[in-house]
């Protein structure tokens, strides 16, 4: 089994893209942890779940603290987003965007905005429908990094085996 895990901001991920993380982490032969303040899924095999506390932030900072170099996060929270490319750790929405030191700033303006406009009467209706468009660009996104990130972790271990 590889080392690699993926952790799963679960209060607010669409059950159709946790389905398939849990379905890739049997498949490719890693750990999905999903981290929410109930209990969303049954563990088994490759998924686990930590339940914590109700208090605000409270699987962020789990996922924070727990979370290796060469995890991958699945989050929707951008603040949250930005503590994790801080910490050099890649970090998806569940839309397929890979947040970076490059992008990350101009998303947080973008939502400040969004909620100024909102709180004054300009925004829009914008419905936040997940469906399947939505899982096919995350899934086509997640699966070459997840490549990269396989690799990363043989590369590291035959360099460990070998006293490099």
Same mark, same amino acid.
């Given at each position: 089994m590889l080392d690699l895990k993926i952790w799963i901001d679960a209060d607010s991920c669409p059950a159709t893209l946790r389905n398939f993380l849990t379905d890739e982490? #049997?498949?490719? +032969?890693?750990?999905?942890? %999903?981290?929410? @303040?109930?209990?969303?899924?049954?563990?088994?095999? @490759?998924? #686990?779940? %930590?339940?914590? +506390? #109700?208090? #605000? +932030?409270e699987a962020d900072n789990i996922i924070l603290e727990r979370a290796a170099k060469n995890d991958i996060v699945v989050t929707r929270d951008l603040l949250f987003a930005k503590r994790l490319v801080d910490k050099g750790i890649t970090v998806f929405n569940d839309r397929g965007t890979k947040f970076s030191r490059d992008n990350i700033e101009d998303r947080i303006m973008e939502r400040n905005l969004s909620m100024n406009l909102s709180a004054i009467g300009l925004g829009g209706n914008k419905k936040n429908m997940y469906g399947q468009n939505e899982l096919k660009k995350f899934t086509a996104e997640f699966k070459a990094e997840l490549q990269k990130h396989i690799v990363a972790e043989i590369y590291s271990r035959k360099r460990l085996q070998e006293g490099i």
């Open positions: 982490a #049997k498949r490719c +032969d890693f750990t999905a942890v %999903l981290v929410a @303040n109930r209990a969303i899924t049954e563990e088994s095999g @490759n998924t #686990k779940m %930590l339940v914590c +506390d #109700k208090k #605000k +932030d």
